[in-house]
């Protein structure tokens, strides 16, 4: 991905994480608020309504109290005190009483609660109503009145007139209706709704607002039999449309008699549409702030990877150019910035590199012609001791004894003949390894050869005189063949062999086993010899190094010789004490080694 891209995406996630973020909160806060505010107007919509609600219960209390002191009812009184008092002279007393003090309803009856006279239901006389004598007096309540045409909800009052041991009771109410609710100030996007509980089920012309009915009161019906069941407070959402907007939350206040029964419910309804058109207007403004902040993004993150991203790719090629072997690799930045300062860094590495290979390099031939110098000396230095004693001797007998110098030169001469073949042999294994051929190779089975090898050591597993080594092959069937030089490859495996017969002098094991590990083949040859360590195993590969007491130190470097120029790799694992492995992997083609690159180091 690129980094200006990078950059975009980084700047787009921040600003539409931060728009978001900041919508969510505006949001939420606003709601909150909105919320908190709308329950605030509730309550006082509600305290405005008890209010009104005790103040009209209190002047239903007063009229029934005035009503008592009328000078018609205290004459009704003590006419019907007497004996053989007829009530049927007052059927009509209630009507004019509750008109002049303007009362919805008015009844008069006796101290049995039979009904003397009704405003309301005048074909009620004689009709027996028993709540009236349990009924609590002086003070209003809620009560259900019978009508001809059905039931009423009204605030009702109960006064008691006793005289000579005569008692009588005056029961009179006004409606609790529109009229009721049309008194109550509603702040805006607010109303006030009243269901009279008169029926068994939900009836929608019971449910009456300020300018009558509503509507569409159906939605309402489940909030109304909640509170009917619980005969609690509840509140609820109801939204009229499929506009969000029209949406509207209902707070409910059950209203109930002196039994606790439940004859009307209050719904104070809040319209959230102010709330929602809010919400949609932040939503809208976060939408077009996200969408500035994405294009003044896009514009920052194509100024910044313009500025950061040509350097950082110069820097990038000037890593290649260094992996790549160019080790003088220079980057031009003039910022003054971090990336300069990265780039100032990148010029002094690569510096100190070329300096430092230099020191390298001059070191390694240095130590290289040492070791060489040293192997050089070792080898040389037994054949010579025995070619300075033979002319030594041969002098001695020549200036003592001229009679026995022939004898003499003739055994000298023998011991100077295998001597000189000595030096001549190690003289040829360093050429050898010095001009090794490049791998010609051909199609060969890698199995056969590991097969061939074991044969040729078999009498040296069993050699008189040293400790049995046990050889065991564990070959891939499906190895399938390889390109590779036969000789060449055979010699290297030779080379592990023996490398293996001279660690493990007390015997063990050999085990060489080879597998197709993807689409390239890998030879492993192990024993159970004595190991090496950490120091040992670094420089194992390091031409003319040896571990042993005799040899040139080339029969492991022969080893990767071969290996490499076949585009190959070896590595080695060794325990102390519990043996060592070779791994020798080939690939497919056997062709992807450097053999350009193989002979300059041969010849170094």
Same mark, same amino acid.
């Given at each position: 991905?690129?980094?200006?891209?990078?950059?975009?995406?980084?700047?787009?996630?921040?600003?539409?994480?931060?728009?978001?973020?900041?919508?969510?909160?505006?949001?939420?806060?606003?709601?909150?608020?909105?919320?908190?505010?709308?329950?605030?107007?509730?309550?006082?919509?509600?305290?405005?309504?008890?209010?009104?609600?005790?103040?009209?219960?209190?002047?239903?209390?007063?009229?029934?109290?005035?009503?008592?002191?009328?000078?018609?009812?205290?004459?009704?009184?003590?006419?019907?005190?007497?004996?053989?008092?007829?009530?049927?002279?007052?059927?009509?007393?209630?009507?004019?009483?509750?008109?002049?003090?303007?009362?919805?309803?008015?009844?008069?009856?006796?101290?049995?609660?039979?009904?003397?006279?009704?405003?309301?239901?005048?074909?009620?006389?004689?009709?027996?109503?028993?709540?009236?004598?349990?009924?609590?007096?002086?003070?209003?309540?809620?009560?259900?009145?019978?009508?001809?045409?059905?039931?009423?909800?009204?605030?009702?009052?109960?006064?008691?007139?006793?005289?000579?041991?005569?008692?009588?009771?005056?029961?009179?109410?006004?409606?609790?209706?529109?009229?009721?609710?049309?008194?109550?100030?509603?702040?805006?996007?607010?109303?006030?709704?009243?269901?009279?509980?008169?029926?068994?089920?939900?009836?929608?012309?019971?449910?009456?607002?300020?300018?009558?009915?509503?509507?569409?009161?159906?939605?309402?019906?489940?909030?109304?039999?909640?509170?009917?069941?619980?005969?609690?407070?509840?509140?609820?959402?109801?939204?009229?449309?499929?506009?969000?907007?029209?949406?509207?939350?209902?707070?409910?206040?059950?209203?109930?008699?002196?039994?606790?029964?439940?004859?009307?419910?209050?719904?104070?309804?809040?319209?959230?549409?102010?709330?929602?058109?809010?919400?949609?207007?932040?939503?809208?403004?976060?939408?077009?702030?996200?969408?500035?902040?994405?294009?003044?993004?896009?514009?920052?993150?194509?100024?910044?990877?313009?500025?950061?991203?040509?350097?950082?790719?110069?820097?990038?090629?000037? %890593?290649?150019?260094? /992996?790549? @072997? &160019?080790?003088?690799? =220079?980057? !031009?930045?003039?910022?003054? $910035?971090?990336? #300069?300062?990265?780039?100032?860094?990148?010029?002094?590495?690569?510096?100190?590199?070329?300096?430092?290979?230099?020191?390298?390099?001059?070191?390694?031939?240095?130590?290289?012609?040492?070791?060489?110098?040293?192997?050089?000396?070792?080898?040389?230095?037994?054949?010579?001791?025995?070619?300075?004693?033979?002319?030594?001797?041969?002098?001695?007998?020549?200036?003592?004894?001229?009679?026995?110098?022939?004898?003499?030169?003739?055994?000298?001469?023998?011991?100077?003949?295998?001597?000189?073949?000595?030096?001549?042999?190690?003289?040829?294994?360093?050429?050898?390894?010095?001009?090794?051929?490049?791998?010609?190779?051909?199609?060969?089975?890698?199995?056969?050869?590991?097969?061939?090898?074991?044969?040729?050591?078999? %009498?040296?597993?069993? /050699?008189? @005189? &040293?400790?049995?080594? =046990?050889? !065991?092959?564990?070959?891939? $069937?499906?190895? #399938?063949?390889?390109?590779?030089?036969?000789?060449?490859?055979?010699?290297?495996?030779?080379?592990?062999?023996?490398?293996?017969?001279?660690?493990?002098?007390?015997?063990?094991?050999?085990?060489?086993?080879?597998?197709?590990?993807?689409?390239?083949?890998?030879?492993?040859?192990?024993?159970?010899?004595?190991?090496?360590?950490?120091?040992?195993?670094?420089?194992?590969?390091?031409?003319?190094?040896?571990?042993?007491?005799?040899?040139?130190?080339?029969?492991?470097?022969?080893?990767?010789?071969?290996?490499?120029?076949?585009?190959?790799?070896?590595?080695?694992?060794?325990?102390?004490?519990?043996?060592?492995?070779?791994?020798?992997?080939?690939?497919?083609?056997?062709?992807?080694?450097?053999?350009?690159?193989?002979?300059?180091?041969?010849?170094?």
């Amino acid at each position: 991905m690129r980094l200006r891209l990078k950059l975009f995406l980084i700047s787009a996630t921040l600003v539409a994480v931060s728009v978001v973020a900041v919508a969510w909160a505006v949001s939420t806060t606003t709601r909150r608020a909105y919320e908190r505010a709308e329950r605030t107007h509730t309550d006082a919509l509600v305290a405005q309504f008890e209010q009104e609600y005790n103040r009209r219960g209190q002047g239903v209390s007063e009229r029934i109290a005035a009503i008592k002191g009328t000078e018609s009812v205290l004459r009704m009184v003590v006419d019907l005190s007497r004996p053989g008092g007829d009530t049927s002279l007052y059927v009509n007393e209630a009507a004019p009483l509750a008109a002049s003090q303007q009362l919805d309803f008015l009844d008069l009856l006796s101290g049995d609660g039979t009904i003397i006279s009704s405003a309301s239901w005048p074909a009620r006389f004689g009709y027996k109503e028993n709540w009236v004598l349990s009924a609590p007096v002086g003070q209003p309540f809620l009560h259900l009145w019978d009508l001809p045409d059905g039931n009423a909800v009204a605030l009702t009052a109960v006064a008691v007139i006793t005289l000579r041991d005569k008692t009588f009771y005056l029961v009179g109410g006004q409606r609790l209706d529109r009229q009721f609710l049309a008194s109550l100030a509603l702040p805006e996007g607010m109303r006030a709704l009243l269901y009279l509980n008169t029926t068994p089920s939900f009836a929608p012309a019971n449910l009456v607002s300020t300018s009558g009915g509503i509507d569409q009161p159906e939605p309402l019906a489940p909030i109304i039999e909640q509170v009917r069941q619980q005969n609690r407070a509840v509140s609820a959402t109801v939204q009229w449309t499929n506009d969000l907007a029209s949406t509207e939350t209902f707070y409910t206040l059950p209203l109930a008699g002196p039994n606790r029964n439940l004859l009307a419910v209050l719904l104070v309804g809040s319209s959230q549409r102010n709330l929602v058109l809010l919400v949609r207007r932040i939503r809208l403004l976060a939408l077009a702030v996200g969408a500035g902040g994405l294009l003044i993004g896009l514009a920052l993150s194509w100024w910044a990877a313009s500025r950061v991203a040509q350097p950082v790719l110069e820097l990038a090629e000037g %890593a290649r150019e260094v /992996a790549a @072997g &160019r080790w003088d690799a =220079r980057v !031009e930045i003039s910022s003054r $910035d971090e990336v #300069g300062e990265l780039a100032r860094s990148f010029n002094q590495m690569t510096a100190q590199l070329v300096e430092q290979r230099e020191r390298l390099v001059q070191a390694e031939r240095v130590a290289a012609w040492r070791e060489l110098a040293r192997r050089l000396a070792h080898e040389l230095k037994n054949p010579l001791f025995p070619l300075q004693i033979t002319v030594e001797n041969m002098q001695r007998a020549r200036q003592a004894s001229p009679e026995q110098f022939d004898e003499v030169f003739r055994e000298s001469t023998g011991t100077l003949l295998a001597e000189l073949d000595n030096l001549k042999t190690i003289l040829n294994r360093f050429g050898d390894f010095a001009k090794m051929p490049a791998p010609e190779r051909h199609t060969l089975d890698l199995n056969e050869l590991v097969r061939g090898v074991v044969k040729l050591f078999e %009498a040296q597993f069993a /050699a008189p @005189g &040293r400790a049995p080594i =046990r050889a !065991e092959l564990k070959l891939d $069937d499906g190895l #399938g063949p390889i390109q590779a030089d036969p000789t060449l490859l055979r010699r290297a495996v030779e080379n592990l062999v023996l490398n293996a017969l001279d660690a493990m002098p007390e015997g063990g094991t050999l085990t060489l086993s080879t597998a197709r590990r993807d689409g390239a083949a890998e030879l492993v040859v192990s024993d159970t010899g004595k190991g090496l360590t950490p120091e040992e195993r670094d420089r194992l590969f390091t031409p003319y190094y040896t571990t042993k007491q005799h040899g040139t130190g080339l029969g492991l470097a022969i080893v990767q010789s071969v290996v490499s120029d076949h585009g190959g790799k070896i590595s080695v694992e060794s325990v102390p004490d519990r043996g060592t492995t070779f791994r020798i992997v080939i690939p497919g083609d056997a062709g992807g080694g450097n053999h350009a690159a193989g002979e300059g180091e041969r010849h170094r």
